[in-house]
């Protein structure tokens, strides 16, 4: 049986709209205000498809946040297995259904919609796992089996989205689920040895990679190898973000960027075009409000009494850390190219779902904040 506070017994739909997160929801509602002003640079200052897409899509993604961050807590973790499971049934659909596109089979065509399961993977695993710790006694974490199935429901996804082939997402989704078996108390040993067999077989790794995914590694090393070629991308970006200077451009003066000088830059490469034309500042201003989101979550998760909502908290946030981390890297030419978006900002609507479902857990922690779950 769940544990109900008199409080949470007789909280209404008022009440639960009262004990919302409102610093939170206020700086996702700044980031999807500045992905309109960005989507409409994209279309080069007209409501166009850019623009009108990634808008509509905000603004349904967001009320379905509202919407489910309504619900109790307990019904996040009653699913969290089921939602697992079927986010993997449909990895595995991608690989016979699905179809292809930039030498990448990712996508399932639902007519209405394309849809990219290894994007929602990356907060199914954090629910799964947070339930699977929560339910497992202290004691028994380091043990062999608790461990080694651990290790299972993280390698079935990881290796379905490598072989799709995205080793940049295959990644992201393994560090998250990582970080939540750091966060249950996994000994540092298991990490350390985990670290040491990855750089063993790291060789036969890179031998199996596709031949696109091989250049990004090598252009990673010396951007100036393929300047026309496979490091355009850095390249490019590294210009457009050095030219935006302390103060930037100014709103729809990207040269680069309107010149086609710069690939992607609605996706991947998004970043790059919000700093040429907002310059530093911009980018720090951006970068604070990021930090801030994450801040929150934090906050919800240490207020939290039960341990799924905290470790949720704690994972999801690593998340978007690192999905910002790994985005502005890559730009900067300190990481190779993958494909990582920005959370909100980049157009497609898989990630900003991804994005709007972890938001609507986290503010649902914090409405039932006071709950414990046995």
Request: with cysteine.
């Given at each position: 049986?769940?544990?109900?506070?008199?409080?949470?017994?007789?909280?209404t739909?008022?009440?639960?709209?009262?004990n919302?997160?409102?610093?939170?929801?206020?700086?996702?509602?700044?980031?999807?205000?500045i992905?309109?002003?960005?989507m409409?640079s994209?279309?080069?200052?007209?409501?166009?498809t850019?623009?009108?897409?990634?808008?509509?899509?905000?603004?349904?993604?967001?009320?379905?946040?509202?919407?489910?961050?309504?619900?109790?807590i307990?019904?996040?973790?009653?699913?969290?297995?089921?939602?697992?499971?079927?986010?993997?049934?449909?990895?595995?659909?991608?690989?016979?259904?699905?179809?292809e596109?930039?030498?990448?089979?990712?996508w399932?065509?639902?007519?209405?919609?394309?849809?990219?399961?290894?994007?929602?993977?990356?907060?199914?695993?954090?629910?799964?796992l947070?339930k699977?710790?929560?339910?497992?006694?202290?004691?028994?974490?380091?043990?062999?089996?608790?461990?080694?199935?651990?290790?299972?429901?993280?390698?079935?996804?990881?290796?379905?989205?490598?072989?799709?082939?995205?080793?940049?997402?295959?990644?992201?989704?393994?560090?998250?689920?990582?970080i939540?078996?750091?966060?249950s108390?996994?000994?540092?040993?298991?990490f350390?040895?985990?670290f040491?067999?990855?750089?063993?077989?790291?060789?036969?790794?890179?031998?199996?990679?596709?031949?696109?995914?091989?250049?990004?590694?090598?252009?990673?090393?010396?951007?100036?190898?393929?300047?026309?070629?496979?490091?355009?991308?850095?390249?490019?970006?590294?210009?457009?973000?050095?030219?935006?200077?302390?103060?930037?451009?100014?709103?729809?003066?990207?040269?680069?960027?309107?010149?086609?000088?710069l690939?992607?830059?609605?996706?991947?490469?998004?970043?790059?075009?919000f700093?040429?034309?907002?310059?530093?500042?911009?980018?720090?201003?951006?970068?604070?409000?990021?930090?801030?989101?994450?801040?929150?979550?934090?906050?919800?998760?240490?207020?939290?009494?039960?341990?799924?909502?905290?470790?949720f908290?704690?994972?999801?946030?690593?998340?978007?850390?690192?999905?910002?981390a790994?985005?502005?890297l890559?730009?900067l030419?300190?990481?190779?190219?993958?494909?990582?978006?920005?959370?909100?900002?980049?157009?497609?609507?898989?990630s900003?779902?991804?994005?709007?479902?972890?938001f609507?857990?986290?503010?649902c922690?914090?409405?039932?904040?006071?709950?414990?779950?046995?």
């Amino acid at each position: 049986m769940y544990q109900y506070s008199e409080l949470n017994k007789s909280d209404t739909f008022f009440q639960k709209i009262k004990n919302l997160d409102y610093p939170l929801i206020i700086m996702i509602l700044l980031l999807g205000l500045i992905s309109f002003f960005i989507m409409y640079s994209v279309d080069e200052g007209k409501i166009l498809t850019h623009t009108k897409s990634h808008f509509t899509k905000f603004v349904i993604f967001f009320l379905l946040m509202i919407f489910l961050s309504m619900l109790h807590i307990k019904f996040w973790y009653k699913i969290s297995s089921i939602s697992y499971l079927a986010v993997l049934v449909l990895l595995v659909l991608v690989k016979f259904f699905g179809f292809e596109a930039g030498g990448a089979q990712r996508w399932i065509d639902l007519k209405f919609a394309n849809l990219q399961p290894s994007e929602l993977m990356k907060i199914c695993i954090i629910l799964f796992l947070a339930k699977y710790y929560h339910k497992l006694k202290i004691n028994d974490v380091n043990k062999f089996f608790p461990v080694l199935n651990s290790i299972i429901i993280i390698f079935l996804p990881v290796a379905l989205v490598m072989s799709q082939p995205d080793m940049g997402t295959s990644i992201l989704i393994g560090m998250s689920g990582i970080i939540v078996l750091w966060l249950s108390g996994l000994r540092i040993k298991y990490f350390f040895y985990s670290f040491l067999g990855f750089l063993i077989i790291l060789p036969f790794i890179f031998s199996f990679l596709k031949e696109y995914q091989k250049l990004r590694i090598l252009n990673f090393i010396n951007p100036n190898m393929d300047p026309l070629g496979s490091g355009y991308h850095v390249i490019q970006s590294k210009i457009a973000i050095g030219s935006g200077g302390f103060d930037g451009k100014g709103f729809l003066k990207g040269t680069q960027s309107y010149l086609e000088f710069l690939p992607e830059k609605e996706t991947d490469f998004v970043f790059t075009l919000f700093a040429e034309q907002f310059g530093f500042i911009g980018s720090v201003i951006l970068l604070l409000i990021y930090l801030g989101i994450i801040y929150r979550i934090i906050r919800i998760g240490l207020i939290s009494r039960n341990h799924f909502s905290k470790l949720f908290c704690y994972g999801f946030s690593f998340t978007i850390f690192l999905n910002l981390a790994v985005n502005l890297l890559m730009v900067l030419g300190l990481l190779p190219v993958v494909g990582s978006p920005l959370p909100i900002l980049s157009y497609g609507g898989s990630s900003m779902l991804t994005m709007m479902i972890g938001f609507s857990v986290v503010l649902c922690a914090k409405i039932n904040s006071k709950i414990s779950i046995p």
